[in-house]
Structures are given as C-alpha cells and as structure tokens.
C-alpha cells in the first residue's frame, strides 16, 4: 500500500492535453527522476537496466530522458545511448522540504526540470519516486490540470487478493468540495477501465454505512450526486469494502484515504511482525515456519507496494506516477512501465471527457 | 476492533452525575440488555453464567438487573435469586432500525426501559450488546450527558500488540467542531488514566503528517487547541499509529473513526483468511500449519474484540459499554465486567472535572 504525505497541491492554470498524449503504436518517451527516492540515484539506474532487459514490445518501445546529477546518469546514457537522453540538473527536493517552497526555490531540481520537459512536448509523461507533496506540487504548477479539473488527486491501487481497489484521493486535498469528490469518482473510473482493464468498474463513496443518508452532511450530498452523474456508482463503500474485492475504485477526501491507507500499511506490517515473532519463538515453529516460508513471502510481496510500482496522479494534462520513496529496483521498473501505460492510453484525454460530460 | 455504525445521537439535557456513580467497595449494579447481541437472548445468559463462576471478590460484587423476555431470562434470575432482578419488556431494537425512530416508538424496548432504570437510579451503569446506534441514541436521550460535554463519542480500544489504543470517535459523530474533538481528547485520556491503568497516557490527534500545520483547516486548529489544554497531548498521530502502541488515546472525528477501525477489521479477517488459504493448499502445508496453529489462534484472538468485550460510550451520565453484535459468552462476560469497572471508577464524574477543567 502507498501512504502519501499531503501535499499541499495548489490550483493552477489549466492545460489542453492532446500534445501530451502518443498513440499506442509509437514509442512513448518517460521523463524520469533519477534522484527520486530514498536509494536514488542508484536504485532508479538499476530499475531502468531491468525494464531495457524486458523484451517485451510494449517495453522496447518505452524512451527515457533521465533528469539528475550528470556524473551519476551519464554512464547509462553511455551503455543505452539509444534509449536515454540525458538532462543534468544541480539540485535535489528531499521528502522532508515544504513542498511549494521547495519548488519556488528550487528551479534547477530534477523534479522542476522534469516538469518542464513535459510541459515543453519533450517527454510525454513523467516519472519520480520521490518527494510525493513535492512530485504533485511542481506537476500541478507546471504540467498543468486537465481542463475542467477542479483539483487534481493522488490515487492509489491497494493490491487486495480478492481484486485490487483504486482508492483516491489518498492524500492530496484534505479540505474537499461535492464537486471535488464526484470527480475524483470520475477520474478513478477512467483509470480502472482504461489503465487497469475493468470493463464496468464498480465505483463507491467511503462511508460508514451502506445508506444514502449515512455519513456526513459531505458524504450524503456527494452520495446523491454520484447516483446521477457516475455510471458505475455502486453505493457507499465501508472501511472493510476496501480489502474485500467488492469495488473497483473507491472515492474519499485526502485527509480519509491517506489516514486509511497509512492505517493499513501500518497493520500489515505489524501483523507480519508477530508472525514473524511467533516463526523465530521457538525450534519446532522454526521448523514449521521454514516449510510455509515461501507461500508467506509471496503473500507479503503480493501486498507490497513493488508489484504495483507507484501512485498515479490523476486530472494533470500530461500522465504523471509517484513511486514509493522506499522503492527497490522492481518498483522503479514497474513504476516507468505504468507510466508509460497511462500515456499510452491517452488517459488525461479520457479524464477531459468523463468530467466534461459531467459539467 | 470494533467498528461501529452512526447511531445518529441527537443533543440531549445534560444531568448530574452524583446518583451514578458508586464507591469502588460497594456492590456495582449493572443493567444489561438481555436481548442484544446477534445470539442474544441465549449467548447473554451464558456469558452471565460464566462470570457469576468467578470467584475473583470484584466479579462477586456484581449485582445484574436484568431486561427482556420474561420466560427466555426468569430461569437464570430463578437460579441466582440474590444477584439478578428481572424486568421484563416485550420489544426489541434491532440492528437494522433507525435508531432515533426506534427509541422514540419502542417504549417496551429493553434497550429504552434499560436506560430508564439507570436514569431512575434502580442500577448504576447498563451494558448491551445491541445496536450501537440505538444504544446511544437512548443512552444520550433518557441516561443524558455530563454537563459541559457537547457530544458523546464511542471510544474503541485497539488490541494492538505493541500497546492497546483507545480510539474515539468510532462513529457516533460524523460532523464535528473543534471543540467536540478536544473533549474527545479530554475523555479519553480519562479513560485511559483510570481504567486502563496508564498514569500518563500519550494522546494524539490523527491527522495526515506529524507537523502542526498539516492536515484539514480543522486539523490544524485543533492540535493548536490540543497543544495548549490537553496535559498529554503528544502531536498528531498517523495512520500507521494505529497499531504501533506509540500512542494511548488517539482522537478523531466519528466518519474517519468508523471507516479507520472498518478498514482495520477487514484487512485482519482478509489477511487471516489469506492465511488459511496458504495452510490448507497442500499437505506439507497443513502439517506446518498444525504446528502453528496454538501460536497463531493466540494471535488473532489477541486481534479479536472477545478479549475486550465492548465500547464505552464516554460523555453519558452513567457509565455505558456497548458489546459487539458477534458477542461471544466471553465477550459479554468481559463486558459486563468492564461496565462494573468504569463505574466504579467513577468515570463520568471524571470526565465531568475534566471538561469543566477546559472551560
């Protein structure tokens, strides 16, 4: 699961999008930051070496103009110098700057520049596993919103083994609007149809009950209008619905989605902790354990964050992906892969129709 | 844990506390609602059983009235004529009704002649394992509240391995105020002082980020008040706090309550499910997992609310604990028992000082 700090996010001129979409058949080019993350650049390199060893067609076709410290990019540029474009920035925004005030200041950042090539048409989407507040600042002030985008949201996929939910906003409005939240809806049904292949996605509003006039004065305007204006609105969604594989997107405020999301990272892993505890208690668990070892790990992986590879943020005029500070080499490689499916399926485009369509 | 639905509490007049409330060496009479609880009345009966077996001196000073069906319940009284007086009613609220219209109709409810009883000032404190809803709703109507607390909240202790929690609101207040949020705070750390036994609890608000200045406009107005009159306050806690015993009291609006301790539940019955699955997918497997299986009954049981056995409602005149619907016989003994604890205690006179303490 993907906990993200808020992020401050500020409104922004909006953008037309359709310089920044490619269609499926031509290569798309990913602008990625090489600096972004806790084992950057090092581990974002070797992400990188790891999707070029793929040869599936889809990766082959995949180009990258790599943002970040000259001595340390280059010589991958050197060994791929058909795949990478370099351009060396001097700065870095850490997970701990004030997001805004980090990107105000820090023009020569990997993460500011990399903001620029894509606005500037010279990379179609935008890679970083970084500062998540930092990635959703400078992408909102210079990628621009989707027209008609009130604010843009962070979402995130929660890999539940009876069928993965995209939770957003997992964190980056925390004060909302009805209008906000009927969007968010809007974008996270796009995403689970074109990006996760859900033909019908079954869209909720979380909640605390089942019923309309459940919840918040918030909740129970929104629920009324989620009824008339979002096609796979299924009801309100309860906290417990959001590992049960009962719903396809699942729509919340920022300051919710990341308190749950963070809520559940934190109970995974302490039960994962107790198990392992209970394996270590004794000779004969030990025993038992060794033989379960491998079913286990394969459960822990399956919930962890590396399969799924990053967080994406929707209503942006261009695709955008934050991966997971903590991100190793497979979540860098997935993560890049992801963007470049989001571009691939002119995902900001179908994000301008579906809240078009809803006024 | 224990989620719990919006019992929708209406404001109500607020009432002394002196007549609840008994001192720690007298005998504590506990109302309990024979008809709550999915088993009930069959299940309320065998947890009353099991904890007149207790020889412990505190469990034998436990005196019950008990309300509801007169022939399913006039055995039991039969059996322990001096420990038990029967009321008998003829209706029920069940878990399904809306609460306000419930109370309001059902006057020969158990739960409505329940809190009567304890309003009159016939028993000290009354314990369900009925709806929650109703609970309240009656509870606030006929019990009241200490003066000076604006709203009630249902506090839920998290079992969490590292150190149990008391988190609250777990549902009764959707909308909130700053001020509904500082005297949850107060409330619970009361609550954690004198019946948990911590001599100085940590209490936390949760919120997206540990800096003051994260989070909704409600957030952040809310440590600052947090800061200046709760003696405990500790910062703001995250979601990962939940279950990693670095706070005692963690306080929060009753719609992120409800959904936070909702997504908990459902991720510890998915994952343990998850577990099954991988201990019955083949033979070496199940041998293992036999092996395990003390160690790991040990732990979900740890999880479970059983070892708890309900939630205190805190800010009513009375001390009131609601019991999970699921109630095993344990889980209403455990129950029972704890009502008899929190108003020996003195709890609502407490928490009466502590809200007057903070204006």
Partial sequence: MTPHNNPETQPSPTQTVSSHTVPSDEPVKVVVDAMGGDDAPGVVLDGIRQLFASTDPLDASIQLIL??????IEPLQLAYPDRIDVVATTEVITMNEHP????????????????????????????????TGGAMTAATLIIGRVRGVRRPAIAT?????KGSVVLLDAGANTDVTAEYLLQFAAMGEVYAREVMGVAHPRVGLLNVGEEANKGSQLAQDVYALMADNIAGFAGNAEGTDLFRGSFDVIATDG??????????????????GELKHIFYSSTKNKLAAAVLKNDLS????????????????????????????????LAIESGIRATATAARQHLPELIASAVAARG
Avoid: W, Y
Wanted: charged share 15%; glycine share 16%.
């Fill in 67 to 72: 943002v970040g410290a000259a001595d340390a």
């Fill in 100 to 131: 805004a005030a980090a990107v105000k200041q820090k023009k020569d950042s990997s993460l500011v520049v990399g903001c620029h090539l894509v606005r500037e048409g010279k990379g179609d989407a935008f890679f970083s596993a970084g500062s």
């Fill in 157 to 161: 996929v929660i890999p539940a083994p």
């Fill in 255 to 272: 300051f919710t989605g990341n308190i749950v999301l963070k809520a559940m990272e934190g109970l995974v892993a302490g039960l994962f």
């Fill in 298 to 329: 394969a459960l822990k992986d399956q919930l962890d964050i590396e399969a799924i590879g990053g967080a994406p943020l929707l209503g942006l005029a261009a695709s955008v992906v934050i991966g997971h500070g903590s991100s190793g080499a």
